[in-house]
């Protein structure tokens, strides 16, 4: 039963599974494929983003709706195929976190670029699915981070006003999605160092370093 006055906002990529490795062979296989440019640092840019913002504004590929909903289908198909050929866990300290949060009443929801059918391959190999009570995916929304409408969004299905969610992210584009929609933010220094993470109202390399009592106080719980 979700008893507490606050509620917590997972991005997935980066804050549940360390996925960031599978995501960047992905692309390189596709330019492969496809025999296009890879331009420098562009993975880091789009880190956290839709495919809809990453292939036409970060590497350039296609302007087209459809050359990009193709493009970006056959990325995801092929990270599909890298994480299935490896053991998937989550993140150190993200099972106890989210058990923690399950046991005392916060709801829980994952707000996240990543496309569905991604999020529920993962979540049932993880055997996680009941720790999360509603899922926001990159089909759910139109606008992508920094813009917040996948927390906007991910706060109203656990019926939380947004100002009274934290959100846990490593991307810095989320970071400013989540501030943008007047959450608090927990920086997980994972694709970023925690010096980087300055936007974050508090940044960890572990969930598991995080108290309730902590958070909690934010909201007055």
Excluded at 35 to 56: E, M, S, V, W
Excluded at 139 to 149: A, F, H, I, M
Aim: charged share 25%.
């Amino acid at each position: 039963m979700n008893t507490q006055p606050w509620g917590a906002i997972f991005d997935w990529d980066g804050v549940i599974i360390d996925s960031s490795r599978h995501h960047e062979k992905a692309w390189e296989l596709l330019a492969r494929e496809e025999n296009l440019p890879l331009p420098p640092n562009a993975f880091r840019l789009g880190f956290g983003r839709k495919n809809q913002i990453i292939i036409p504004e970060i590497y350039r590929w296609s302007s087209d709706p459809a050359e990009i909903e193709r493009l970006g289908n056959r990325k995801e198909t092929l990270y599909r195929e890298l994480m299935a050929q490896d053991e998937l866990e989550p993140l150190p300290g993200v099972r106890a976190w989210l058990e923690a949060l399950r046991d005392a009443g916060i709801p829980r929801a994952i707000g996240s670029s990543t496309p569905r059918v991604n999020l529920d391959a993962a979540l049932s190999r993880l055997g996680i699915c009941e720790l999360f009570d509603a899922i926001i995916a990159a089909e759910d929304v139109s606008l992508g981070k920094p813009n917040p409408e996948v927390f906007l969004k991910a706060a109203a299905r656990i019926e939380r006003r947004p100002e009274c969610c934290v959100v846990f992210e490593d991307a810095l584009a989320g970071i400013e999605a989540a501030r943008a929609g007047g959450m608090r933010v927990v920086g997980i220094a994972t694709t970023h160092p925690p010096e980087e993470l300055t936007r974050a109202h508090l940044a960890v390399h572990r969930m598991d370093e995080l108290s309730m009592e902590q958070l909690g106080g934010w909201f007055g719980a």
